[in-house]
């Protein structure tokens, strides 16, 4: 992948962008992975320039294209699981994740739970699954 083609398609507003709801934060959510795709890409061509040549297959346009190919691809595979994190920094919650429940409960409460100290659902403080006081 070009870098400069790549920096374009960020800049280029997405596709049904201006009518808003999810296709807005879908935009967001592919430009976030095409980023994290075109750092992942120069962070291997720049990795694979500090290991000494071995020898093996000679110096040739044919070997650049071929390791210019595998690191894009190496570097789709990584951005697609978004260990940098990008994805949920730029484009945020999903828009539906603020309607979001957790068996029941909303979020924030399973959040405030947490803060207290108690893992457990609300209502279920102090009793775990299996003891004498569910029977």
């Given at each position: 992948?070009?870098?400069?083609?790549?920096?374009?398609?960020?800049?280029?507003?997405?596709?049904?962008?201006?009518?808003?709801?999810g296709?807005?934060?879908?935009?967001?959510?592919?430009?976030?992975?095409?980023?994290e795709?075109?750092?992942?890409?120069?962070?291997?061509?720049?990795?694979?320039?500090?290991?000494?040549?071995?020898?093996?297959?000679?110096?040739?346009?044919?070997?650049?294209?071929?390791?210019?190919?595998?690191?894009?691809?190496?570097?789709?595979?990584?951005?697609?699981?978004?260990?940098?994190?990008?994805?949920?920094?730029?484009?945020?919650?999903?828009p539906?994740?603020?309607?979001?429940?957790?068996?029941?409960?909303k979020?924030?409460?399973?959040?405030?739970?947490?803060?207290?100290?108690?893992?457990?659902?609300h209502?279920?403080?102090?009793?775990?699954?299996?003891?004498?006081?569910?029977?």
């Amino acid at each position: 992948m070009d870098p400069l083609l790549g920096m374009a398609a960020l800049a280029a507003p997405a596709p049904g962008a201006a009518h808003g709801g999810g296709d807005a934060y879908q935009g967001k959510v592919r430009a976030a992975q095409e980023l994290e795709t075109l750092l992942f890409t120069q962070l291997l061509a720049t990795m694979r320039k500090t290991v000494p040549d071995a020898g093996l297959l000679p110096k040739s346009a044919e070997r650049d294209v071929f390791e210019g190919t595998f690191d894009a691809s190496v570097a789709e595979t990584l951005s697609a699981r978004d260990p940098l994190g990008l994805v949920r920094q730029i484009a945020g919650p999903p828009p539906q994740a603020a309607q979001a429940y957790d068996g029941g409960l909303k979020l924030r409460d399973r959040a405030a739970d947490m803060q207290s100290g108690n893992p457990l659902p609300h209502g279920q403080r102090g009793r775990r699954a299996g003891s004498h006081e569910d029977r």
